[in-house]
């Protein structure tokens, strides 16, 4: 089921807060085409939103410390798992 204000990126629900926060570490890191597409799809509630194999990438990349909790800490596994298979 879909919240109102969730958007799923690789098949994990992100909150809404989550998700501004994830904007902001990839604008901080430089990956500025992958926040803009988080944001698009936040914006019009595109549920499930797409990813590249290179935003997968960049999200990771922003998520390397591992210290968020929530919705960030699992998308982020589930990132690492999907690499995996």
């Known amino acids: ?5 969730d958007i799923y990126l690789a098949g994990v629900a992100v909150q809404a807060r989550d998700a501004i926060e994830l904007i902001w ?8 085409e992958t926040a803009e597409r ?3 799809a936040l914006t ?3 549920l499930p939103a797409e990813l ?7 999200v990771l990349y922003t998520l390397v410390d591992g210290r968020k909790g929530g919705g ?5 596994a589930a990132l690492l798992d999907q690499r995996e298979t």
């Open 25 to 32: 570490r990839l604008r901080n890191y430089g990956f500025d």
């Open 1 to 5: 089921m879909y919240r109102r204000h």
């Open 72 to 76: 960030l800490s699992t998308l982020r």
């Open 52 to 58: 590249r194999e290179s935003d997968r990438d960049a």
């Open 38 to 40: 988080i944001q698009r």
């Open 44 to 46: 019009i509630r595109t």
